[in-house]
């Protein structure tokens, strides 16, 4: 705490980290130190400057969510606001023009009924130079109408910003309701006030679009909800005559009443609430807990977020987070270099270019003859632009190679398609309609009992197309990146063996770039975490201006004693053969056989939990059907019961329920049945090692299967480790040296292992920490506390 608390005094543009392992009190020591600095800088600015407000509050509470169900493109998403009046004559629309023919009638009828019906896929005109567009000021939600005139928002003062604040963040959900566990033991839990921003999955609480029941179609749902509006006629009195005036509000009924929203905001004060609760008051009161939390932010002293509605850019802006001056607090920062690249990455499969092209083909086919000069440019634009992706994924002219890796002008040269402003065009897609009027015509088509349905299409369901719109989006968007700071994959389906969807991604590689639009403006930034070291990589990628000396760096030993611990190598197994975990000997059937063999030692021995890791989920499928065949699971389950961690995140807290449930129940009746816990099998990277600690009789043994080092061979991995290895020769040899630069423009892929061998020391380094840091994380959720005993093969 002292040493969080004077890295903190020592800003602005104060860096430290902070390693602390679980189990030694690291999230309390954060939240003491941090949170009394808050507390104390305040007043120190309130004596010096008296009459300034002081920021703090009663407290608001609420959880944050860190899943990966929730793409960023519907996090930065902000409902436009109702429309006003205006006092400029308004373009017409390009239907207007068009004379309205005299009443028909048969045939002629029918096919006028049916352009009038496909009036609201028409796209309004669009101009891109010189047209000045209003948007919405940004993180501010514009308020939707409410049902009376006493629920108007025109009289309503924008809460004062309060200045600086905390903001944490972290990985998953269940990290993050741990940090509130803990706020509730402080007095900070009462005294600051607290905002949590979750995702739409876990806090909608409108039924009808929970029912949907997939992330992305909820997302979806709630966009739309956002953009339709309800229109009701208030009869409006004056000068003797009654008049009808058309009043809009938003379609979804959770956010209408500005007045429930002011409830819920007064409701959650009163106390740190997880995400649960939050959901829970939003539907006793009747409004919406996502948007409300949302809100809360400009008032918050205290942010809780996931790491991707802080890290985004476009996410900060979209939710209105002020960083300036404020302490950003980065939990689980292990891998934060790798988690930065990962979220600018984007990916097109061509599928999705199919599907993208059917349906701008059939939309300006439908509205070529009535739409705008701009609008038919842009939309042929990005025409030519889906079939030229979708050219290069189906043409493979050697027959050999599958999968290339390229610069983006590489990329763009290639395709001819250098000469097209990108620029334009994704602004174009960004400040237009575009994405869901063309997805709703299609959605339209296809609901039209199959008529114009391709059979590509009926792969996806209601709702895809949009999200197939703004991952092609998303691509564009990548392509605006510098032509050193990413790479673009192009993978295409093989000529033998299962066929493969072909795609195009966009991996980012610099991370620096990133990382500093956060720290400029923060005045501190703390990174946290179990297992940063060595630091040496995360200096070089983050901020490699910053010298070793620059960097402050506190790491404290574990409080439990080693003899508590019982770490052992097992190199062979109970019949003397060698276990030989690498990837070309780990499937052969006796290696398996034998360790299955020694689980069932160690599950004889071992009381209550055992939990066994795999290097991935397809290794783990195939020992554990192998097991199943040769009745080695049935052997197991004499002793534990069997768990494995479901790839599907949604399912992993009720398989850790069970999990808990069969251990506690078998500590009470083991001499009836002789089962004595439970085995989950578990894997490296996942969910379960990741963000779960197994705590006392959950975990008194954990097996890691083999080093789970990374395939060589992957190419995205190929690629950062060259990066790495360019970014560590232009430290230690200079940037003016030749070396630097053998991978720059080395796009042709080399089997990963020579890659590795032409590394001097950071792209090794980086291949190697990549497999301990993961270890660590994994063996390291069973130590919890100074009584804990573990054993650790």
Not at 203 to 220: F, M, Q, T
Request: proline letters at 4%.
């Amino acid at each position: 705490m002292d040493f969080l608390y004077g890295a903190l005094s020592s800003g602005p543009g104060a860096l430290a980290l902070l390693e602390s392992p679980t189990g030694t009190g690291k999230t309390l020591s954060i939240i003491c130190s941090a949170l009394q600095w808050l507390v104390d800088h305040r007043d120190a600015a309130l004596l010096g400057h008296p009459g300034r407000p002081n920021g703090s509050a009663t407290a608001a509470a609420g959880s944050g969510e860190g899943d990966d169900d929730e793409p960023d493109w519907m996090r930065d998403f902000t409902p436009l606001p109702p429309e006003k009046a205006s006092t400029k004559k308004a373009k017409p629309h390009p239907t207007a023009r068009i004379t309205a023919p005299k009443r028909a009638t048969g045939p002629e009828k029918s096919e006028m009924s049916g352009e009038a019906e496909d009036d609201e896929f028409l796209l309004e005109e669009y101009e891109s130079d010189g047209e000045d567009v209003t948007r919405p000021e940004l993180g501010k939600r514009p308020h939707c109408g409410g049902g009376s005139s006493s629920e108007s928002e025109d009289g309503e003062v924008d809460e004062e910003e309060v200045t600086p604040k905390v903001y944490f963040t972290s990985r998953t959900h269940s990290q993050l309701s741990q940090f509130v566990g803990e706020l509730k033991k402080t007095e900070f839990g009462r005294r600051l006030k607290m905002a949590c921003l979750g995702s739409r999955k876990n806090l909608c609480i409108n039924k009808d679009v929970l029912k949907l029941g997939s992330a992305n179609r909820i997302n979806e749902r709630c966009l739309e909800l956002q953009k339709t509006k309800k229109i009701t006629k208030i009869k409006v009195e004056g000068d003797n005559r009654k008049v009808c005036q058309p009043k809009s509000s938003c379609g979804c009924p959770m956010i209408r009443k500005r007045s429930l929203q002011k409830e819920f905001k007064s409701k959650v004060s009163e106390q740190a609430l997880d995400i649960e609760d939050l959901a829970q008051v939003g539907r006793k009161i009747g409004t919406c807990p996502y948007y409300g939390a949302r809100d809360m932010v400009r008032t918050a002293d205290l942010v809780i977020l996931p790491y991707q509605s802080i890290l985004l850019k476009s996410a900060r802006e979209s939710l209105g987070l002020n960083l300036k001056n404020s302490i950003v607090i980065i939990d689980e920062a292990h891998n934060l270099a790798d988690s930065l690249t990962s979220m600018y990455n984007s990916k097109i499969t061509s599928s999705q270019l199919k599907s993208i092209l059917s349906n701008l083909e059939a939309y300006l086919n439908r509205f070529q003859s009535v739409l705008g000069a701009g609008n038919r440019r842009y939309i042929q634009t990005l025409t030519v632009l889906t079939r030229s992706f979708l050219q290069v994924l189906t043409s493979n002219q050697d027959g050999a190679c599958t999968m290339t890796s390229m610069t983006i002008n590489q990329f763009l040269f290639s395709l001819d398609i250098d000469n097209i402003n990108i620029v334009k065009l994704c602004q174009y897609v960004k400040e237009s309609n575009i994405i869901h009027k063309i997805s709703g015509y299609a959605n339209k088509l296809i609901n039209q009992d199959g008529v114009n349905i391709s059979s590509h299409q009926q792969q996806y369901d209601e709702g895809s197309s949009v999200a197939s719109f703004q991952t092609l989006a998303d691509f564009l968007r990548s392509l605006l990146n510098c032509n050193d700071e990413g790479r673009i994959i192009v993978s295409r389906p093989k000529f033998s063996g299962q066929p493969e969807d072909a795609y195009l991604k966009f991996v980012m590689l610099c991370s620096e770039k990133i990382f500093s639009e956060v720290t400029n403006d923060a005045h501190a930034v703390i990174l946290a975490g179990g297992t940063l070291q060595p630091i040496e990589e995360t200096r070089l990628r983050l901020f490699p201006s910053l010298s070793p000396s620059d960097i402050k760096f506190f790491t404290c030993n574990h409080i439990v004693p080693p003899e508590s611990i019982l770490p052992i190598a097992v190199t062979r197994g109970p019949s003397g053969m060698t276990f030989d975990f690498s990837y070309s000997s780990r499937s052969s059937l006796t290696m398996i056989e034998e360790l299955g063999r020694f689980l069932c030692n160690v599950v004889t021995i071992v009381p209550e939990g055992v939990v066994m890791f795999f290097a991935s989920y397809e290794y783990e499928r195939c020992v554990y059907d192998a097991w199943v065949a040769s009745g080695m699971i049935s052997k197991i389950s004499k002793k534990k019961h069997v768990f494995r961690e479901p790839k599907n995140s949604v399912d992993v807290e009720m398989i850790l329920n069970k999990y808990k449930e069969a251990i506690q129940s078998c500590s009470k009746c083991s001499r009836d049945t002789g089962i004595t816990g439970a085995l989950l099998l578990a894997v490296v990277g996942g969910k379960i090692s990741e963000g779960i600690n197994f705590s006392d009789g959950m975990g008194r043994c954990v097996v890691m299967v083999g080093l789970p080092y990374p395939s060589p061979s992957d190419v995205e991995l190929t690629e950062t480790i060259k990066h790495i290895e360019h970014l560590s020769n232009s430290v230690f040899v200079g940037a003016g040296n030749s070396s630097n630069n053998r991978y720059d423009d080395e796009c042709k892929l080399q089997p990963g292992f020579d890659i590795l061998r032409k590394c001097n020391k950071g792209g090794r380094e980086y291949y190697e920490n990549l497999c301990m840091k993961a270890v660590n994380q994994s063996i390291g959720k069973l130590l919890h506390h100074l009584n804990i005993y573990d054993a650790n093969c």
